[in-house]
């Protein structure tokens, strides 16, 4: 037999060369591990709709209007979606803990900082700056799960919290939003950042495990285009729907994003250390689920959307019932979470995704009902529940196969390239949806215009349905 070079993958398992005690002790510290990046994850996704709700309050104590209070949340998504493949790569090169903290500790003074904006300008540059610290830490927390779990059964379960911590911390930001700005201020959507920031960049160099470097060089030229054509895209769908479709801004930055693509597409092949692997998106399944995740996140976005701005001026709730209305969604999701694991290990990936996305069309089409004359138990609740089901069904067999068969020196790349499609379909249905609903709105009155809306989000989910029908389906099921 010829001599075989032994990596760290090629060692023997742990089982063969440790106790029994000490299994136990590493098994529990990389538990605690992974639960401490997942608060962590938390805590970024949180953020995303945790200032939304605290909008109103905002505009009114700082003096914004609407198109500048708008900047509130873009910044922080322009920044967040335009730099997660850099930050995923700077995880790879350099230590994806490493990175993590960095950009947790960037996040954390960003939200002390912005907690006491006197100013807009202050207080928008703050949301920019925490943008920048989710970008770096957010692709971590995924390659930190993959790479930290001890079996193939381990990873799915950590997939799956990191699945439902995505869309359930969202629902659960809309929650904590109102609770805070209705008994406090504003400001505590973001001061309510620090001390979870503090405490998890104190823990998590106790629990998690550094990763190898990288040593091969940072590719820059990668890096500048990948990051541009991100914050252009994303850039031109904050600012359609103000702007326009046709406008010279939302074509002009369309355009600059797709022309920073094909530069990336034809310089990574020729890069020793890439940015984006280009085999990353040589697999059929993986581009499956990527666009599956962008069309869903897609309309998660949006039904946020819809859903809150229906419940607080055709039925009046205040901030907190609003988002305690979104209880069944995110119930749901964390159910699903403990289940999803042995479905996929069961069933495999494709008919779970398939399931998730049709139910997630079932609920948009019920949706679609609503009119003045309907009740939250009647019209929102079921519907809601049956969302959080079908995205607990369909986030994590996602995340699965695109983290699939990943080399380990690139799951800070894969990972960063998932939380970037995430981030955009987020944008494109939230821009896509506001103009559906714009252009049958009546001022003053919610329900003309949210028909075709949610019919948009079910055609959003109908069309991911379709694609992973006909891109994941494979002769073998994927164990």
Not at 179 to 202: C, D, K
Not at 268 to 279: C, D, F, I, K, T
């Amino acid at each position: 037999m010829p001599a075989t070079h032994r990596t760290p993958e090629s060692n023997p398992p742990a089982s063969s060369t440790q106790s029994p005690a000490t299994l136990a002790r590493n098994s529990r510290r990389a538990v605690v591990g992974i639960m401490i990046v997942l608060v962590g994850q938390l805590m970024l996704t949180l953020d995303g709709t945790i200032v939304n709700v605290a909008l109103p309050s905002i505009g009114t104590g700082l003096g914004l209007g609407p198109s500048s209070l708008s900047w509130v949340v873009n910044a922080y998504t322009i920044a967040f979606g335009g730099l997660m493949l850099t930050g995923g790569r700077l995880g790879d090169k350099y230590g994806r803990l490493r990175v993590f903290l960095i950009g947790l500790t960037v996040f954390t003074a960003s939200s002390l900082l912005g907690g006491f904006a006197q100013t807009p300008d202050l207080l928008i540059a703050a949301r920019a700056a925490q943008g920048i610290g989710a970008a770096l830490a957010a692709p971590g927390v995924l390659a930190l799960l993959t790479t930290s779990a001890r079996d193939g059964a381990a990873r799915n379960r950590a997939l799956a919290l990191f699945a439902a911590v995505g869309i359930g911390g969202s629902t659960l930001g809309l929650l904590l939003g109102g609770l805070v700005t209705e008994v406090g201020s504003w400001r505590w959507t973001l001061f309510i950042n620090v001390p979870i920031g503090i405490a998890v960049i104190a823990l998590a160099p106790l629990f998690v495990a550094e990763t190898p470097r990288d040593p091969g060089r940072f590719d820059l030229i990668g890096a500048l285009c990948a990051t541009g054509a991100a914050v252009a895209i994303v850039w031109a769908l904050t600012g359609a729907p103000d702007y326009g479709w046709t406008s010279p801004q939302t074509i002009g930055c369309l355009a600059a994003g797709v022309v920073l693509l094909a530069a990336l597409a034809v310089t990574e092949p020729r890069v020793a250390n890439p940015m984006l692997v280009p085999s990353l998106l040589c697999d059929r399944r993986r581009l499956g689920a990527l666009a599956v995740t962008t069309l869903v996140f897609g309309s998660q976005i949006a039904t946020f959307f819809l859903v809150v701005q229906y419940l607080q001026r055709a039925l009046h709730f205040g901030p907190i019932a609003a988002g305690a209305a979104f209880l069944p969604m995110t119930l749901g999701i964390f159910a699903m979470a403990r289940i999803a694991p042995k479905l996929v290990a069961r069933f495999g990936q494709a008919p779970l995704l398939i399931t998730g996305t049709l139910g997630l069309t079932i609920s948009y089409v019920w949706l679609s009902n609503i009119d003045n004359s309907s009740g939250y138990a009647t019209a929102v609740l079921t519907p809601l529940l049956i969302n959080g089901i079908s995205a607990g069904l369909t986030f994590m067999p996602a995340a699965s196969l695109v983290m699939g068969g990943v080399d380990p020196q690139h799951t800070g790349s894969a990972s960063g390239l998932l939380q970037t499609v995430q981030q955009l379909g987020g944008a494109i249905g939230l821009a896509v949806i506001v103009s559906v609903y714009a252009a049958g709105a009546v001022p003053g009155q919610f329900v003309p215009g949210a028909r075709a809306a949610f019919l948009t989000t079910a055609a959003f989910t109908l069309l991911a349905a379709i694609l992973a029908v006909l891109l994941l389906r494979s002769p073998q099921r994927e164990r």
